[in-house]
């Protein structure tokens, strides 16, 4: 007997969730950039801790100046990082951004098919 999508109630709630979140080709791309930005970058830096980075060489990554795309490429690391302090506070940018939870769970799925892969390299 072959089985169906519709025969897995989970799978076809997440065929679903996928059918209703989809990213544009610039949220795709930062989604990509994001794999490189280190968790670090989350933290929101004093004008003082700015000046002594600036001073001592270290680069500090700009934020995207729309504000939706920032709001992305930050939940993006933080879920890459599996960090839930920084992701509750991310997923209320995120979604003030105007993004939806199905943008939510669909970036999830991403980020932790990427991780998944990573690891398998490692693993060689």
Known sequence: MQHTPSD????????????Q???????RMVIAI????????LTRSSRTKRLLKQIIGIRERAPFADRRLEALRRMAVALR?????HAIF???EFYAAGFRSEDLTYLAAIID????SVRREQQQ
């Open 8 to 19: 897995n109630p989970a799978a076809s709630v997440c065929t679903r969730v996928l059918r």
């Open 21 to 27: 979140a989809s990213f544009s080709h610039a949220e």
């Open 34 to 41: 994001s794999r490189h930005d280190p968790v670090s970058g």
């Open 81 to 85: 990082a599996k960090r839930e302090d």
């Open 90 to 92: 991310e997923a209320d």
């Open 113 to 116: 098919a990427a991780n998944r």
